[in-house]
């Protein structure tokens, strides 16, 4: 489990976001969404113990993350940065190798070249990552993240994986592959939190989505209950109709926004 | 299709221990050519004779040859061996420090840091309280240098490096400023030093390795050996690093604790250089640089291999400094920066289209 209470969080002097209180269950998708600039990444660097609460804690598992080493935080949860810049002209299969050393548990000598299968760019293993496009460097990431959470369960409770916008600079197949391997994270016992940018994508693939807006959360539930005309229209300050697949959950069509009037 | 070479040029990576025992045997050979080199002239043949003679129990070498081989080139040897490995380290940690293949302790302002705190022993070591100089005795030069150093690199980490991120152009332009501000300061301590300082400072702004003494390795050692033997144990912390400072914490890396060894690591190793051999540049840009091009930048290879290729290139350097213009020395500096200036601009070229730079 995890639980964010009260948080404040402050970057550069300024209070990006208040009160917020929330929790994810692992064996879900928790989605974050909300407009730019209303605190998804900061809230995100929370979570993940790369930015230090000014009131609140966040708890994984039940510990403490402020109170975990950065070793044993990195035992419980794996990140995915929203861009990563490589220094040094590291090979892939060097990039991932740091994922495998960061995890815990034996990796098998097929890892590697599995996790490099799933995320559709077999046969990289030896190719500098600087060789490869904007979207498969970001693939290469979500592997080395997967090598570091190999295991969806372990001594600590379950493993969490932290997505900061997994889809961003992905094509429509690649966005779908990538959110299918998180819905099987979870399948498998995991817990997922991402940061999310499609709403469609989202009212997909989320159990649970938290709407942040107005320097605060907005909303949190299934997607039936949050993405809603009335709070998505009030979060993005525009008009939002949702609609239903007769088979699915709901879907969003901008047009529909013009053809209502 | 367009991937192919890149595919080929890493693949054709030559294994890290079998470049280890090349850059050993590179450094046997260096060492044997180096000490055999010189107004007398020693053969490998003699030299190895000299060296087995405690086992052989054959008196190898006359009392001149053997003074010459044993306090003066073997001293020298030892030396640019040290100085070479101190200098190639810290470059390798300084650039896996910031991220970047272009910081190295001379360029950025370190070296001159360094420098400001061996010519402040010399001129004000006679002002230090007696108790306290009886402590740092003839350590006090090594000592100065490496807080010189220190300070130098701290400066510029909070000045280059905010935000984690470490744009090259900040980088170099306030290694600019820290230079002019320790040669400033410099100057001013030149300025009030009395001849005998004078005679001091001269001596060992000349730098090289012609001072070269056991005496003086022994000055240097203490800080030099811990920052060569801490560094291995970074490597790992310095690879995760290469994605990003949040990056290398997702990774289960102590991020701050890290950089303050590297940065410790590195005025040590810098500064110790520094303060017996003066300043000797782009040793620490050159040889990482060569070693990432053949066998990657894993700082677990890169690392102890630039030790080894640093001390290989100053003794090969000093070589050419004492011979090519024999009977006359030429600064070994200009040496390291005739063969190391132009492969700092070649990489500067290539990653000028690169971002931050």
């Known amino acids: 489990?995890?639980?964010?209470?009260?948080?404040?969080?402050?970057?550069?002097?300024?209070?990006?976001?208040?009160?917020?209180?929330?929790?994810?269950?692992?064996?879900?998708?928790?989605?974050?969404?909300?407009?730019?600039?209303?605190g998804k990444t900061t809230?995100?660097?929370?979570?993940?113990?790369?930015?230090?609460?000014?009131?609140?804690?966040?708890?994984?598992?039940?510990?403490?993350?402020?109170h975990l080493s950065p070793r044993h935080l990195a035992a419980r949860?794996?990140?995915?940065?929203?861009?990563?810049?490589?220094?040094?002209?590291?090979?892939?299969?060097?990039?991932?190798?740091?994922?495998?050393?960061?995890?815990?548990?034996?990796?098998?000598?097929?890892?590697?070249?599995?996790?490099?299968?799933?995320?559709?760019?077999?046969?990289?293993?030896?190719?500098p990552i600087h060789a490869l496009s904007g979207g498969e460097r970001q693939r290469i990431h979500l592997a080395r993240t997967l090598a570091q959470a190999r295991r969806p369960h372990n001594d600590h409770g379950p493993m969490w994986l932290f997505l900061d916008e997994p889809v961003s600079s992905l094509d429509i197949a690649h966005q779908l592959m990538v959110m299918r391997r998180a819905r099987r994270f979870a399948a498998e016992g995991g817990g997922v939190v991402a940061v999310m940018h499609d709403l469609n994508l989202t009212a997909m693939t989320a159990d649970h989505v938290v709407l942040l807006a107005e320097g605060g959360l907005l909303a949190a539930g299934p997607p039936e209950q949050v993405m809603t005309d009335r709070l998505l229209s009030r979060a993005y300050r525009c008009d939002i109709r949702t609609n239903r697949t007769p088979a699915s959950g709901p879907y969003l069509l901008p047009q529909m926004a013009g053809a209502a009037e | 299709?367009?991937?192919?070479?890149?595919?080929?040029?890493?693949?054709?990576?030559?294994?890290?221990?079998?470049?280890?025992?090349?850059?050993?045997?590179?450094?046997?050979?260096?060492?044997?050519?180096?000490?055999?080199?010189?107004?007398?002239?020693?053969?490998?043949?003699?030299?190895?004779?000299?060296?087995?003679?405690?086992?052989?129990?054959?008196?190898?070498?006359?009392?001149?040859?053997?003074?010459?081989?044993?306090?003066?080139?073997?001293?020298?040897?030892?030396?640019?061996?040290?100085?070479?490995?101190?200098?190639?380290?810290?470059?390798?940690?300084?650039?896996?420090?910031?991220?970047?293949?272009?910081?190295?302790?001379?360029?950025?302002?370190?070296?001159?840091?360094?420098?400001?705190?061996?010519?402040?022993?010399?001129?004000?070591?006679?002002?230090?309280?007696?108790?306290?100089?009886?402590?740092?005795?003839?350590?006090?030069?090594?000592?100065?240098?490496?807080?010189?150093?220190?300070?130098?690199?701290?400066?510029?980490?909070?000045v280059a490096a905010s935000g984690g991120q470490t744009a090259i152009a900040t980088l170099l332009l306030a290694g600019i400023a820290l230079g002019a501000i320790a040669g400033a300061a410099t100057g001013i301590l030149t300025y009030i030093a009395d001849d005998q300082q004078l005679r001091d400072l001269t001596f060992w702004s000349m730098g090289s390795l012609a001072g070269a003494s056991w005496a003086k390795i022994a000055t240097a050692l203490p800080l030099i050996l811990p920052a060569l033997l801490l560094s291995p144990l970074l490597a790992r912390a310095l690879n995760a690093l290469a994605l990003g400072e949040p990056q290398a914490a997702h990774l289960g890396i102590h991020v701050e604790r890290t950089k303050r060894l590297a940065i410790l690591a590195t005025a040590a190793a810098a500064?110790?250089?520094?303060?017996?051999?003066?300043?000797?540049?782009?040793?620490?840009?050159?040889?990482?640089?060569?070693?990432?091009?053949?066998?990657?930048?894993?700082?677990?290879?890169?690392?102890?291999?630039?030790?080894?290729?640093?001390?290989?290139?100053?003794?090969?350097?000093?070589?050419?400094?004492?011979?090519?213009?024999?009977?006359?020395e030429l600064p070994i500096g200009i040496v390291t920066a005739t063969l190391g200036a132009p492969v700092f601009l070649w990489i500067l070229l290539r990653r000028r289209g690169l971002a931050g730079i």
């Open chain 2, 271 to 328: 500064g110790a250089a520094t303060a017996i051999a003066g300043g000797i540049g782009f040793v620490g840009i050159v040889v990482p640089h060569l070693l990432r091009l053949s066998t990657g930048p894993d700082h677990r290879t890169l690392l102890p291999n630039a030790a080894l290729l640093g001390g290989t290139l100053l003794i090969g350097a000093d070589m050419i400094a004492r011979t090519l213009t024999a009977p006359a």
């Open chain 1, 43 to 66: 809230l995100m660097a929370a979570l993940t113990g790369d930015l230090a609460p000014v009131t609140g804690r966040v708890t994984l598992n039940g510990d403490d993350i402020a």
């Open chain 1, 77 to 127: 949860r794996a990140v995915l940065a929203q861009e990563t810049q490589v220094a040094f002209p590291f090979t892939v299969a060097e990039i991932l190798q740091l994922g495998v050393e960061a995890g815990t548990g034996p990796a098998d000598p097929a890892l590697i070249p599995r996790l490099l299968a799933e995320v559709d760019l077999p046969d990289t293993a030896n190719r």
């Open chain 2, 1 to 158: 299709m367009v991937a192919l070479p890149l595919t080929r040029r890493s693949e054709s990576r030559p294994h890290p221990q079998l470049v280890t025992a090349a850059l050993l045997t590179l450094l046997c050979v260096v060492s044997l050519l180096s000490l055999g080199t010189g107004a007398a002239g020693l053969s490998p043949a003699r030299l190895i004779a000299a060296f087995t003679s405690a086992f052989t129990g054959a008196e190898a070498l006359t009392p001149a040859e053997a003074l010459v081989l044993y306090d003066i080139r073997l001293p020298r040897l030892a030396m640019g061996l040290l100085v070479g490995a101190a200098l190639a380290v810290a470059g390798a940690l300084m650039q896996g420090l910031f991220r970047n293949p272009l910081a190295d302790p001379g360029i950025v302002g370190v070296g001159a840091g360094a420098g400001l705190g061996a010519v402040a022993a010399i001129v004000l070591g006679g002002m230090l309280p007696p108790a306290l100089a009886a402590l740092t005795g003839a350590h006090l030069i090594p000592v100065a240098a490496f807080v010189g150093g220190w300070i130098a690199t701290l400066i510029l980490t909070h």
């Open chain 1, 1 to 38: 489990m995890l639980n964010a209470t009260d948080l404040t969080l402050v970057r550069d002097g300024r209070t990006i976001l208040q009160g917020i209180t929330l929790s994810a269950r692992p064996g879900e998708v928790t989605a974050i969404i909300g407009p730019n600039g209303s």
